[in-house]
């Protein structure tokens, strides 16, 4: 036979076991509302140099606008872009954003045209 107490003990370990859960629930929901009204910073940037984009993105396009070929360097991996393509990035979800410095470029002896937003 079960004691009356064990009851209790149970009721008691149920409910802060709830409580604990409405805790983490709220604040997800809390942290979806922060993303869900984020505002995300546009940038447009035309050109034959190279560098790095240094910022947290949520999602990049490269284009190749030049004669000959450009390149991008992606979390170290470098691919060659030709005249005319274009590579697209996103990274998703509310919230998701790339790690800064994870894009690089060389738009050298060509044009890159690079959108992205912060």
Not at 34 to 39: D, E, F, Q, R, V
Not at 42 to 64: D, E
Not at 94 to 115: C, D, E, K, M, Q
Request: cysteine-free.
């Amino acid at each position: 036979m079960i004691k009356r107490d064990t009851y209790k003990d149970i009721a008691t370990a149920t409910d802060q076991a709830t409580a604990t859960n409405q805790v983490i629930a709220n604040t997800n929901l809390n942290n979806i509302a922060t993303y869900l009204g984020a505002i995300r910073t546009p940038v447009i940037i035309s050109t034959s140099a190279s560098g790095t984009i240094t910022q947290l993105i949520h999602n990049i396009s490269f284009y190749n606008s030049g004669a000959s070929a450009g390149t991008i360097t992606v979390n170290g991996t470098t691919i060659s872009i030709p005249a005319g393509v274009s590579i697209n990035y996103d990274a998703g979800g509310n919230n998701n954003r790339f790690p800064a410095s994870s894009f690089s470029y060389n738009g050298t002896g060509t044009t890159l045209l690079i959108s992205y937003t912060q």
